[in-house]
C-alpha cells in the first residue's frame, strides 16, 4: 500500500497541476463568487449520505449488537471519520476501516465481528459503485458519439468489473482468513494473531450468508451514491449553468467511477477533475466549470473532513486522559 501511495500521490498531484494550468483560473473564481456563501448547503446536505451508509452498516451488524451496544447515532459518527480519514489522508482508502474496528472497540464489539462487517460494508460498497457506473454509462449512450470518445474508460470499467466478483466468491467459499492462518501457524507457530485471522474468517462468512442484510446495506449504500447526483445539480445551477437530473447523475456515476479506479490517489488528486472535465464536455460544461464543481465539492469534503478528524482526536485524547486516571 505504501509503494501505492508513493506512486499514486505524485500522478495525482501531477494531474491536478496539469489541469490547473490549463484552465482560466479567473474564470472559475467568478463562477465560485457567483454561487457564494450558498455553496456552503452542500455541507449539511451531505449527512444524508452519511445517514444512508451507517443505516446500511448499522443493518450488517444487527446480529452482532442484540444489546444495542452500537447505537446509529454513534455509528454516523464513526462513517463520518472513516470517510474524513479516507479521503483526506494517504491511507489508500483502506485507513478509515481500520479506524472503523478500532472505534467500534470502544463500544465492546469483538474484533472479528465489526471488522468483518467492515469488511462485508467495502465489498457491497464495490457492487454499489460498479452498478452506479452501468447507471452512468446508459445514460451516457444517449450522449451518442460521446459514448465511443470514452470507450477506453468504459473497457477499464469492464476488466476490473471480476474484482468485486471474484473477491465475494473467494470471501465466501476461500476461507481467505483461514489460509492465512494456516501459513501463520507454519511460520511462528499458534499466537493470538493466527486465532483472530480464523474468526474473521468465520465471521466474514456468517456475514456473507446473511442475504437479507446485504440486499438492504446494498440499496442503501446504491441509494447514497445516487445522493451525491443532486450536488452536481445544485451546484451547476448556482454557476449558471443548468443541467437535468440525469446528466447529473451520469457526471456523477461516471467521475466516482474513475475515482475508485484511482483509488491509490490521495483524495483522487486530479483524478476527480479530470472526471468532470472529462464527461462534462458531453452536456456543454467547460472546464472551468467543471473544476469548480469540483472545488465545490472538495471545499464541502474538508469541512466535513477537518470536523470529523477533530472529533476522532478529542475522543481519542479524553480516552487517553481515562486510562490514565484509572491507572493512578
Given amino acids: 500500500m505504501r509503494i501505492a501511495l508513493y506512486i499514486g500521490a505524485p500522478l495525482g498531484l501531477t494531474l491536478l497541476v496539469v489541469l490547473i494550468v490549463r484552465v482560466d483560473i479567473a474564470a472559475i473564481l467568478h463562477v465560485l463568487e457567483l454561487a457564494g456563501w ?42 463520518t471519520v472513516r470517510d474524513a480519514i479516507d479521503r483526506l489522508l494517504p491511507v489508500a482508502s483502506v485507513g478509515g476501516g481500520v479506524a472503523a474496528v478500532r472505534l467500534l472497540s470502544w463500544r465492546g464489539l469483538p474484533v472479528a465481528q465489526s471488522g468483518a462487517s467492515v469488511i462485508v460494508e467495502i465489498l457491497l460498497t464495490l457492487f454499489a459503485v460498479y452498478l452506479f457506473s452501468i447507471v452512468g454509462v446508459l445514460l451516457l449512450f444517449d450522449q451518442g458519439p460521446s459514448f465511443h470518445q470514452h470507450r477506453g474508460l468504459l473497457l477499464a470499467l469492464l476488466l476490473s468489473l471480476p474484482i468485486p466478483v471474484v473477491t465475494a466468491v473467494l470471501l465466501r467459499y476461500g476461507s481467505i482468513f483461514g489460509r492465512l492462518h494456516s501459513i501463520l501457524l507454519a511460520l511462528v507457530g499458534a499466537s493470538p494473531l493466527t486465532e483472530g485471522a480464523a474468526s474473521l474468517d468465520r465471521e466474514v462468512r456468517a456475514s456473507l450468508r446473511r442475504t437479507r442484510s446485504l440486499l438492504v446495506a446494498g440499496s442503501l449504500q446504491f441509494a447514497a451514491l445516487l445522493s451525491g447526483s443532486f450536488e452536481v445539480w445544485f451546484v451547476l445551477r448556482l454557476f449558471g449553468h443548468p443541467i437535468d437530473s440525469e446528466s447529473a447523475l451520469m457526471l456523477e456515476s461516471m467521475t466516482q467511477a474513475i475515482r475508485h479506479l484511482a483509488f491509490v490517489v490521495p483524495a483522487g488528486l486530479g483524478v476527480q477533475e479530470a472526471g468532470l472535465i472529462l464527461f462534462g464536455r458531453t452536456m456543454g460544461v467547460d472546464a472551468e466549470l467543471a473544476v469548480a464543481v469540483s472545488m465545490a465539492k472538495r471545499l464541502r469534503e474538508v469541512l466535513w473532513g477537518v470536523m470529523s478528524l477533530l472529533s476522532w482526536q478529542w475522543m481519542e485524547g479524553r480516552r487517553v486522559h481515562r486510562e490514565v486516571r484509572v491507572r493512578s
Fill in 38 to 79: 450558498r455553496l456552503l448547503w452542500l455541507v449539511p446536505y451531505r449527512t444524508l449520505f452519511f445517514l444512508l451508509y451507517a443505516l446500511g452498516w448499522f443493518t450488517l451488524l444487527r446480529a452482532y449488537n442484540p444489546k444495542g451496544r452500537v447505537g446509529l447515532g454513534y455509528l454516523l459518527w464513526v462513517t
